[in-house]
């Protein structure tokens, strides 16, 4: 089962790129990387999602390495609203039991 | 399009009363998640319906349960509420059983059990 691991916390000053990177050790091969964002109280959002090598939005880009065990969400020129609990999510599939949402990355924007 | 919508919004039980939560998915959508969020902590898989049909179970005692109806809006039951069961429980669907599509929340039933 592919468990995932993200720093717990990280801090940036407004209009900085922030980095998250997650670990995933056990990716299987048919797995998708997902990221979320959640605020408090409310239900997580989706970010992005990819397979490999790199995936950009109008929101944020997801680089996964040639060996898939990791990812990094990376988010341009963060604002205060960005303020918020990130997690990255591995599985395919029928098997919702792989579906590990992990500790999250609690990202704190500073003014 | 309306957006996944869970009821209650907050309730109040004590322990060892039932409660059931409800969730109605994203019009198209066939399967339905829910999951437990304790006060400052991660999401915690709970259940998966798809079609009517348990998919998929996490690591929670059988009083959790729940049912999906044949609009696919889906309830979830849990009897004998213990202190540890107070959360946010957060229902989410997808367009098929999850593969490479995203979980579209709702925004969740905070459940406080004293």
């Known amino acids: 089962l592919a468990k995932t691991t993200q720093p717990i916390s990280m801090d940036s000053y407004e209009g900085q790129e922030v980095n998250i990177t997650c670990s995933h050790n056990?990716?299987?091969?048919?797995?998708?990387i997902t990221w979320y964002q959640q605020f408090p109280s409310q239900g997580p959002r989706f970010i992005i999602q990819?397979?490999?090598t790199k995936v950009t939005n109008e929101v944020a880009s997801l680089f996964i390495p040639a060996d898939r065990k990791s990812s990094t969400l990376s988010l341009p020129r963060v604002s205060l609203s960005d303020t918020a609990v990130y997690y990255c999510?591995?599985?395919?599939?029928?098997?919702?039991?792989?579906?590990?949402f992990g500790t999250g990355t609690r990202l704190t924007v500073i003014p | 399009e309306a957006g996944v919508t869970q009821s209650p919004t907050h309730l109040i039980k004590t322990r060892g009363q039932q409660v059931t939560l409800r969730c109605s998915p994203i019009s198209g959508h066939t399967s339905v998640y829910w999951y437990q969020q304790a006060l400052g902590l991660g999401l915690q898989f709970l259940l998966w319906y798809d079609e009517g049909e348990e998919r998929n179970r996490g690591n929670f005692p059988p009083r959790f349960s729940g049912r999906q109806f044949p609009n696919y809006s889906s309830e979830l039951n849990v009897n004998a509420l213990e202190l540890e069961d107070s959360a946010l429980y957060l229902c989410?669907?997808?367009?098929?059983?999850?593969?490479?599509?995203?979980?579209?929340f709702g925004e969740g039933s905070r459940l406080t059990v004293l």
């Open positions: 999510l591995v599985g395919v599939g029928t098997g919702a039991n792989n579906l590990f």
């Open positions: 056990n990716i299987a091969t048919n797995d998708y």
């Open positions: 990819g397979y490999k």
């Open positions: 989410a669907s997808s367009r098929i059983g999850f593969n490479t599509g995203e979980l579209f």
